[in-house]
C-alpha cells in the first residue's frame, strides 16, 4: 500500500514537473541555457563548459545555497551592515543577478536548503529560516535558533553543515589546534594524551534538524578524529556523509629535525574520507602520506616520518596534495553535465598557505568521478584560474579563492569566493 | 652641459640621502642578516616572506600599527604569543601566535628589528635591552 502510494505520488509529482517545465517561457525557470561570459570569467575550464560572473564584490563570501528557483543565498564571514547572508535574485533569467539583498545579522560559512528550510551557521550557533513556496523568506528577523553553544576558539572556526534525508543536521566542530600539542603551534611541544579537544571539537556533530536550542548534550559526536571539516555533503546515492579534512600543518616547523622544509609542504594529504556514525579519522594521532599510502603516527605522538599508526582509524578514500584546504564538497546530482560526472565529487580547494618557500597550490575547483559510491578514476583539475594569475608565491595575492559550492536547479554548478566575494556560474554549452 | 649640471646635482642629492640615513641609528647588518635568518626559521610559514601574512588566518606585517607603533607590545607579543581578536585594517585573524619565549633576547630583538625595517617597513631598531625589559614584566 505504502508502496503504491509513493509509485502514485511519484507519477504525480512527474506530471506536475512537465507542467510547470513546460509553463514556463521565460524568467529563472527557463530551461534555455544562460550565456557564458566572453572570457568564461576567467576562468580556465574543460572543453564544452563555459562561466559566467552571477555577481561581484559580496565580501567574504563563504557557502553558498541555490534555491530550485535558482536565487543564490550566500553566507558572509562577517555580517557587513547587520547583514550577514546575501540573496541574489535574477529577475530576467540572464544569469546575472539584478537583485541584492542581505539579512541575518551573524558571520559565518555554513549554509544549505533542505525542504522548507535555509538552515545557516555563525560560529557558535545554526539557525533556521521558515522558505514560502517560492522558497524565498518571509520572516528574516526571526530565525530558529536550532543549535547553538558549538565551541569557537577562532582556529578552525567555521561551522560547515550540511543535511540528509531523515531530519538530521551535520555540523562540523573544527579543533582549536593544529595538533592537539600541550602548546599549539610551538615548536617541540608534545601532544596531550589523549586529547582532551575531541570531546567538544575536532569532529562533526550531529542534530535534529528541526528542533530548537540544541546544545552538546542534545546531539551526538557521529565522527571523530577530524581536524578541520570545511567542505562536506551528504551522499544521497550511497545515503551517506562524505568530508574533507584539512590536514594539520607545519611539520619542519615543529619538528625541524624529523621532517626537511620539503616534507613539510608536502605532507600530509588532504583527505576525502566517507564516514558513518562512530567513525575516528585518526587526528591528532596520526596524519596520512600520500606517498607512502599509509597512516603515520604524529611526531607530537612518537611518529618520526616513519612509524606507522592509527589501526583503527578510517583510511581516506582520495588523498590529495598537501595544504590545499578543501572548503567546498558537492556530489553533483544534475544531468546538465556530461554523464562521466554524474554523482561525481566536485571539491573547492581554497588555496595553501603553508608551502613557503614554496610556490602555494590549490586555488582551484577538482573533479573526482565516482561509481557506485567509489571514487572510480584519478582526480582531475576541473575549473582553474580564481587567483588571475600564474603561481601563487604569497596566498594574498590570489585574487580569488574558491570557497563554496553549489548545485542550480538546471545542473549549472556554482563556486564562491572569499577574497572578493565573485559567485561564479558553471555551466556546459554541449 | 646643462644635462650633466643636472645628473651632476642629482648625484650630489643622491649622496647626500645616502648620507643622512647612515647617520641615523644605524641598524648593523650582521643583524639584519641574523634577524632574516631567525625569521625564516620561526615565523615565515605564517607571516610568509614577504610579511604579507595568509588572509583571514595569520595576519600581515607590512605597515600596520601592530608592527611599526609601541615597541613594548609587539615584543610582548612575541613573548607572551596572541590569541584574541585582532583587527588590522579591517581584517581578523583565526589562528592563534604562538609565544616565542624561548628565543633569547637578542634573537627576538633581531628579528623584530628586521620586522620593523623590512616589508616596506620603517621603525627603529629592538634592542636586546627593551626585550629583556618587557620580559621582565611577564610572569
Known amino acids: 500500500m505504502y508502496k503504491m502510494s509513493k509509485l502514485l505520488l511519484m507519477a504525480t509529482l512527474a506530471v506536475a514537473n512537465l507542467t510547470v517545465a513546460s509553463a514556463n517561457t521565460s524568467g529563472p525557470d527557463d530551461p534555455k541555457p544562460v550565456k557564458p561570459d566572453a572570457n568564461n570569467a576567467g576562468l580556465k575550464l574543460p572543453a564544452g563548459f563555459g562561466a559566467l560572473v552571477v555577481a561581484d564584490g559580496l565580501g567574504r563570501a563563504r557557502h553558498i545555497a541555490v534555491t530550485s528557483k535558482g536565487d543564490i543565498y550566500v553566507k558572509l564571514d562577517r555580517a557587513k551592515d547587520g547583514k550577514g547572508i546575501i540573496f541574489l535574485e535574477d529577475s530576467n533569467g540572464d544569469g546575472k543577478s539584478d537583485k541584492q539583498t542581505g539579512f541575518g545579522n551573524f558571520g559565518g560559512t555554513g549554509i544549505y536548503v533542505k525542504g522548507d528550510y535555509l538552515y545557516a551557521s555563525s560560529n557558535t550557533d545554526v539557525y533556521r529560516y521558515k522558505l514560502d513556496a517560492a522558497q524565498k523568506i518571509t520572516d528574516t528577523q526571526n530565525p530558529e535558533n536550532i543549535v547553538t553553544g558549538l565551541i569557537n576558539r577562532r582556529q578552525h572556526e567555521s561551522k560547515s553543515l550540511v543535511l540528509d534525508d531523515a531530519g538530521n543536521l551535520y555540523v562540523n566542530v573544527g579543533a582549536y589546534s593544529n595538533s592537539c600539542q600541550e602548546k599549539d603551534r610551538t615548536a617541540g611541544s608534545m601532544g596531550m594524551q589523549p586529547c582532551p579537544i575531541l570531546d567538544s571539537a575536532g569532529g562533526i556533530w550531529q542534530f535534529k534538524a528541526d528542533k530548537a536550542g540544541q546544545h552538546y548534550g542534545d546531539g551526538v559526536r557521529y565522527a571523530t578524529g577530524l581536524r578541520n571539516v570545511v567542505g562536506l555533503d551528504w551522499n544521497k546515492q550511497q545515503n551517506q556523509l562524505f568530508v574533507m579534512q584539512h590536514g594539520r600543518d607545519q611539520l619542519h616547523d615543529l619538528f625541524p629535525a624529523l621532517f626537511t622544509e620539503k616534507q613539510s609542504a608536502d605532507l600530509p594529504a588532504e583527505c576525502l574520507y566517507a564516514v558513518k556514525q562512530g567513525s575516528d579519522c585518526g587526528w591528532p594521532y596520526i596524519y596520512y602520506d600520500p606517498y607512502l599510502k599509509k597512516k603515520m603516527l604524529a611526531p607530537e605522538y612518537g611518529g618520526d616520518g616513519k612509524k606507522t599508526g592509527g589501526d583503527n582509524a578510517e583510511d581516506p578514500l582520495v588523498a590529495f596534495p598537501a595544504h590545499m584546504a578543501p572548503n567546498g564538497l558537492l556530489f553533483y546530482t544534475g544531468t546538465q553535465f556530461p554523464e562521466k560526472y554524474r554523482n561525481g565529487a566536485f571539491i573547492a580547494f581554497h588555496g595553501s598557505w603553508n608551502r613557503s618557500p614554496e610556490n602555494q597550490a590549490g586555488y582551484y575547483v577538482v573533479f573526482v568521478p565516482f561509481k557506485n559510491g567509489k571514487p572510480s578514476g584519478d582526480w582531475e583539475v576541473f575549473a582553474d584560474g580564481f587567483a588571475g594569475t600564474a603561481a601563487v608565491k604569497y596566498p594574498g595575492d590570489a585574487q580569488h579563492r574558491p570557497c563554496g559550492l553549489a548545485q542550480g536547479p538546471d545542473g549549472s554548478l556554482y563556486v564562491s569566493d572569499d577574497v572578493k566575494g565573485t559567485i561564479y556560474r558553471i555551466v556546459y554549452k554541449k | ?139
Open chain 2, 1 to 139: 652641459m646643462g644635462r650633466i649640471s643636472i645628473l651632476t646635482c642629482l648625484l650630489l642629492v643622491t649622496v647626500t640621502a645616502v648620507m643622512a640615513q647612515t647617520k641615523k641609528p644605524a641598524v648593523a647588518a650582521g643583524r639584519l642578516a641574523k634577524g632574516q635568518a631567525l625569521y625564516k626559521q620561526h615565523c615565515m610559514s605564517c607571516h610568509q616572506e614577504n610579511g604579507s601574512g595568509v588572509p583571514r588566518m595569520n595576519p600581515p606585517l607590512i605597515k600596520t600599527e601592530y608592527v611599526l607603533g609601541d615597541k613594548n607590545r609587539l615584543i610582548g607579543v612575541l613573548l607572551k604569543g596572541l590569541n584574541e581578536e585582532v583587527e588590522i585594517n579591517g581584517d581578523y585573524y583565526s589562528n592563534p601566535m604562538p609565544s616565542q619565549a624561548a628565543l633569547k633576547d637578542e634573537e627576538i630583538a633581531d628579528i623584530l628589528t628586521y620586522v620593523r625595517s623590512s616589508f616596506g617597513n620603517k621603525a627603529s631598531a629592538v634592542a636586546p635591552a627593551d626585550v629583556k625589559k618587557v620580559r621582565a614584566t611577564i610572569q
